[in-house]
């Protein structure tokens, strides 16, 4: 978050914050404004009892009176606006007049001229205080000003009105100013330090939602993953976000290497994969291994449930890309890996026939060409003999039929001791490991004899091999070209033997 859009919030939250403390103010002033109803009817005792003989009990109604229509007219205010300057300046208003007129009526309650203004400082606006406090001088000395000629009369000490006006003013402005100073240094101080908590909850109320959203993205990935755990590298826990009471574990880096799920999934791991499910979920090296990275990830087999894939994603990190947080999952992605091994052998095979394909045909080559050659290696090609004559004169579904059925006869020939691909229209290869690849040859040649077809009665298939027991000193290019050029001699003394000319 910028620092102006921060700014721009404490600003909203600051002014919310005034609006709200202005209405609860309101609503305490009120509740003092029916209090002070009865001030009128405390006079009115003290007056019974002899305490005030210059007070008549008129004016105590009167104050009573008064009072409980400021106090109505207040009530109704705040009502429809509760949270109004307007609102708070009028019952202020109506207890500095009430000040005004207890003096007035001289009334001997000590009520200090600077009661209001002080009341007026927990609103916490620089406006209302310099308005009621100007206020306040204003009626305190007026009302100073026209009490002077009745209190001077019980005072010895001064020889005409102006001298006690000027001195009792005196000291009542000397008290304004620093009351007046003081009461503005409280509300800047106030708010200031108002300002610095809405700040500070501000920050906090950010993280909180970002933890919020946080938890809320952990508790959908809960949904789409088997198992979800918030490791933290800083105070070094886990905890499941799968459990509703979200308990952190402690982690002892100095002895534990898995966490306590990995503890529980290594028992279904396939034994073979274990020591890489071991190695890829050891605690210990977790941060290193993810430095600089959003994810790690890695495949095993669970014996019951099959595929899962085990993952760790970047939380937080230190700005030299360490991990702090972590989040581990795991999820079974078995339908995944059965649709992968579906489309690799949709690529990899060919269509009509089921065999292996040119493309799978080159990858195992490749290889063969990295890894060393076994000793009982058999390159065979082989050709369907005849096929464009079928295709000429029965047409291609006949010479499909040809193709299909030498597919079948290679795969039942060579079994599970090699791999049959179609690399072209009646060519096929087949790598072997076979001790004896004459004896492969001859079960070609007695299945192709016996095959009978709907459009085609027989079928024949010339056949070339070169083993590398044979000829140690080729690689697996020049092993691929004698099966070749073996297979092309065959086909030579095939259509000599027929006495066909060749293509025709």
């Known amino acids: 978050m910028s620092e102006m ?73 705040l009502k429809l606006k509760k949270d109004s300057l307007v609102t708070s300046i009028l019952a202020l208003t109506a ?29 916490c606006e620089t406006q209302i205080f310099i308005f009621v406090s100007i206020g306040n001088a204003i009626v305190m000395t007026i009302t100073t000003w026209f009490v002077t000629a009745y209190e001077v009369q019980f005072r010895n000490n001064f020889v005409s009105h102006g001298e006690y006006f000027t001195n009792v003013i005196g000291g009542y402005l000397i008290e304004t100013v620093i009351m007046f100073i003081a009461g503005l240094l409280i509300i800047k101080v106030a708010t ?47 905890m499941s976000i799968r459990d509703p009471e979200h308990v952190k574990h402690g982690i002892d880096m100095t002895q534990q290497t898995h966490t306590i799920i990995n503890q529980k999934l290594k028992e279904r791991v396939m034994p073979d994969q274990l020591d890489s499910f071991l190695n890829f979920t050891n605690i210990k090296t977790v941060r290193s291994r993810l430095s600089h990275k959003k994810i790690i990830s890695a495949d095993f087999i669970d014996v019951v449930d099959g595929w899962i894939r085990a993952q760790y994603i970047t939380v937080d990190a230190t700005i030299d890309g360490i991990p702090n947080v972590v989040i581990y999952t795991t999820r079974n992605v078995d339908e995944e890996k059965k649709r992968e091994e579906r489309l690799i052998r949709v690529a990899m095979t060919d269509e009509l026939t089921r065999l292996f394909n040119r493309r799978c045909y080159e990858e195992d080559l490749m290889q063969h060409r990295i890894n060393p050659l076994d000793d009982d290696l058999v390159f065979y ?65 007695r299945k192709s004899s016996e095959w009978s077809g709907v459009y085609t009665e027989e079928m024949s298939m010339s056949i070339g091999y070169a083993s590398h027991a044979e000829n140690e000193n080729l690689n697996v290019d020049e092993l691929e070209r004698r099966s070749d050029a073996e297979m092309y001699a065959a086909k030579e003394r095939y259509y000599k033997e027929k006495g066909i000319e060749r293509r025709k």
């Not at 207890?95 to 009520?111: D, N, R, T, Y």
Request: net charge negative.
């Open 381 to 445: 090609s082989i050709d369907v003999n005849g096929l464009k004559k079928v295709n000429d004169s029965k047409g291609h579904a006949a010479g499909d039929e040809l193709i299909k059925g030498a597919a079948d006869c290679l795969l039942l020939s060579i079994g599970n001791r090699g791999k049959v691909y179609r690399t072209g229209g009646d060519e096929f290869i087949a790598i072997v490991h076979t001790t004896d690849p004459k004896s492969i040859v001859e079960e070609i040649d």
């Open 5 to 77: 859009s921060t700014d721009s919030i404490v600003t909203n939250e600051y002014q919310e914050f005034i609006r709200q403390n202005r209405t609860w103010i309101n609503k305490r002033l009120n509740r003092a404004l029916w209090f002070v109803i009865f001030t009128g009817p405390a006079i009115a005792l003290g007056v019974k009892g002899g305490m005030y003989k210059d007070i008549s009990y008129s004016t105590c109604a009167i104050i009573s009176g008064v009072l409980i229509l400021i106090a109505l007219i207040h009530f109704l205010i």
């Open 95 to 123: 207890l500095e007049g009430l000040i005004a007129f207890m003096a007035f009526s001289h009334v001997e309650i000590h009520l200090t001229w600077f009661f209001v203004p002080i009341l007026s400082i927990l609103l």
């Open 192 to 238: 200031a330090r108002f300002r610095q908590l809405i700040s500070q909850n501000s920050v906090i109320k950010q993280k909180e939602k970002e933890t919020e959203e946080k938890m809320t993205l952990l508790n959908s990935m809960a949904e789409i993953y088997d198992n979800v755990n918030l490791i933290d590298f800083v105070d070094n826990t886990e």
